[in-house]
C-alpha cells in the first residue's frame, strides 16, 4: 500500500485531486471567531475538499476541568471521519487551514491517535493553494460511507495528575508549546492565570514553520529538539491541546517518535489553581 508522508506538497495534491482514495478537510479557525473558518469554506475551498470545526468537530465541549479543547468524543468524531468517506488504515487524507498548521496538526494527530496513519498536512496551507492558483470551490461535496472504527493508542496522551507526578522524572522533558511571553508568564491573552507548568521548557510551535506557513527543512527539525535526545519520555502541551501538535508534527519529522500530548494543556493546569 502507498504509504503517505506527513507532509504534502501543493503541486503533489493537485495531481491527486481524481483520486477515489483521497479525502481533503479544510480546518480553518479562529479562536476570536468559531464561525469564521466554515465561513471562508463556505467562499471558497479546495476542490473536493470537507470542513471541520475545531470547536465543534475536533474537540468536545469545555467543562470545569479538561481544557479549552478537550479531545473530541470518540464514537462522534468516527462518524463525523466516516461519513466524508474515510476507512481506517486504508485512505489517504490530507488537512489544511492558513496558520501554519495549528488547526490543521490538530486533525492529523487525532487520525494517528486513532489509528489512521495514512494522514498529512498541506505545506503552505491554503495560502499557498490559492497563490498558487490550483482548483478552488465553493461546492459542498456529498456524504460518503466510510468505514471508521477508532483504535486509540491510549498511552499517547497524559492527563493533568500524569503530568504533575512524570514531570518530576530526570528521564522525562516537558514541553511547553506556547509562545515565550505566554510561557514566561508576561501576558496571558485566554486563559485565568498566566505562567506554565513547573519544570517546563520553552519550544513555540511556531518555529516549525516560515512565516508564509511552510515547513521548515529536515535539519532544522532536528535541531529543535536536541535538548531532548537524551529523554526517556517527552510530553507536549500547549494552552488546550492544539498548537501542541505541531510541535508533535515537528517530532515525527525530525525523528523522534512516542512523544505524548497533555491534550489539556495550561488550560486545564490552572483550572486547578483558581
Known amino acids: 500500500m502507498f504509504k503517505l508522508d506527513s507532509v504534502v506538497s501543493g503541486q503533489w495534491l493537485a495531481g491527486q485531486l481524481t483520486h477515489s482514495n483521497l479525502v481533503i478537510v479544510d480546518c480553518r479557525f479562529r479562536l476570536g471567531n468559531p464561525d469564521w473558518g466554515y465561513e471562508q469554506y463556505l467562499t471558497r475551498h479546495i476542490q473536493g475538499a470537507y470542513y471541520l470545526n475545531l470547536d465543534s468537530d475536533l474537540s468536545s465541549p469545555v467543562t470545569q476541568h479538561g481544557g479549552r479543547h478537550p479531545l473530541p468524543d470518540l464514537s462522534l468524531f468516527a462518524e463525523k471521519l466516516a461519513g466524508m468517506g474515510i476507512t ?19 486533525f492529523w494527530w487525532l487520525l494517528r491517535y486513532l489509528g489512521h496513519e495514512q494522514v498529512a498536512v498541506l505545506d503552505g496551507g491554503w495560502t499557498a493553494w490559492e497563490n498558487q492558483g490550483y482548483p478552488t470551490s465553493n461546492v459542498i461535496p456529498e456524504a460518503k460511507l466510510g468505514q471508521f472504527v477508532p483504535q486509540p493508542c491510549h498511552d499517547w496522551i497524559v492527563d493533568m495528575e500524569g503530568v504533575k507526578h512524570r514531570k518530576i ?14 510561557y514566561r508568564g508576561e501576558i496571558e491573552p485566554i486563559d485565568p492565570i498566566a505562567g506554565h507548568i513547573p519544570g517546563a521548557i520553552n519550544s513555540p510551535w511556531k518555529q516549525v514553520t516560515d ?10 527539525q532536528q535541531g529543535l529538539w536536541e535538548t531532548c535526545s ?19 508534527l515537528s517530532m515525527e519529522l ?10 489539556g494543556g495550561w488550560s486545564d493546569w490552572c483550572s486547578y489553581l483558581v
Open 254 to 263: 525530525a525523528g523522534i517518535h512516542g512523544a505524548k500530548l497533555y491534550p
Open 88 to 106: 481506517l488504515g486504508e485512505t489517504l487524507v490530507v488537512a489544511y487551514d492558513d496558520l501554519r498548521l495549528a488547526f490543521a496538526a490538530r
Open 230 to 248: 537524551t529523554a526517556e519520555e517527552i510530553i507536549v502541551y500547549c494552552g488546550s491541546g492544539v498548537t501542541a501538535c505541531v510541535n508533535l
Open 211 to 220: 512565516e508564509q506557513g511552510y515547513i521548515l527543512p529536515v535539519t532544522a
Open 169 to 182: 522524572q530526570p528521564q522525562t522533558r516537558l514541553i511547553d508549546s506556547r509562545d515565550g511571553d505566554r
